[in-house]
């Protein structure tokens, strides 16, 4: 009878001498084609929260859509939609498929000022909705604006 320990140590260690000569992961870009919102309220039905507080940091980097992406820390005063921590993390959404990438006009969440976030579930961490319409300053009443805002104004 053949132990089910010592087999599965035979497989593994054929299974890793196989892989030894895969070499390196190949990172793969894609372009995204983001949807476009007419309102924060449309873009509002396809998050999976909607948050209103202010950027404290960033955490670090991740890849997302083959680009290196920023990861942030949020201090969240309120949930508009969905609930969570009172500190996330977020992952900014890059723009693909544009020179400058992954934030040809700037990361939106690099600042401290009140902003709304529209975001989507992405494991223990928060995402941007998009990369264009995930980000909103907030208005005086932390509430979400019924247009977007202009583009001189974020």
């Known amino acids: 009878m053949t132990s089910h320990r010592a087999l599965t140590a035979v497989l593994l260690t054929v299974g890793v001498a196989a892989l030894g000569g895969c070499g390196t ?4 870009s894609a372009c995204v084609d983001w949807a476009d919102y007419d309102t924060p309220a449309d873009a509002a039905l396809d998050a999976d929260a909607v948050a209103h507080g202010r950027v404290t940091g960033q955490t670090g980097t991740t890849y997302l859509f083959g680009e290196t992406a920023h990861v942030w820390e949020v201090a969240v005063d309120a949930w508009l939609q969905g609930s969570g921590a009172r500190t996330i993390e977020v992952v900014s959404a890059p723009r693909t498929c544009e020179n400058g990438s992954p934030y040809p006009d700037g990361d939106p969440l690099d600042g401290t000022d009140d ?6 579930a992405d494991g223990a961490r928060w995402q941007t909705l998009t ?3 995930g980000v909103i300053p907030a208005p005086p009443a932390g509430e979400l604006p019924s ?3 202009s583009p001189s104004t974020g």
């Open 25 to 28: 992961a190949e990172v793969s």
């Open 115 to 120: 902003v709304i976030l529209l975001l989507t």
């Open 131 to 133: 990369g264009f319409q």
């Open 147 to 149: 247009e977007w805002p």
